[in-house]
């Protein structure tokens, strides 16, 4: 399995608005809380390591001004 990064949320706009709404009344903390757990959740729910390795290059790129990682 490879990364998806093309879109493939069919209603993309809606789902941005409800996790912003999601964040709606957490302190700051919270909410990076929140981020964290609903990363752990979903990188559970793909499970294929490769594929996360390949998501957290690609997220990691650019900031800070590190270079993704190679594969």
């Not at 490879?2 to 709404?21: S, W």
């Not at 729910?45 to 190679?70: W, Y």
């Amino acid at each position: 399995m490879k990364l998806t990064i093309e879109t493939n949320i069919a209603d993309y706009d809606g789902f941005y608005e409800r996790l912003i709404d999601a964040h709606n009344g957490l302190t700051d903390e919270q909410s990076q809380m929140m981020n964290a757990k609903l990363v752990l959740l979903l990188a559970n729910h793909i499970g294929d390591s490769e594929v996360l390795d390949e998501a957290l290059s690609l997220a990691r790129k650019g900031v800070a001004g590190e270079a993704a990682a190679p594969q």
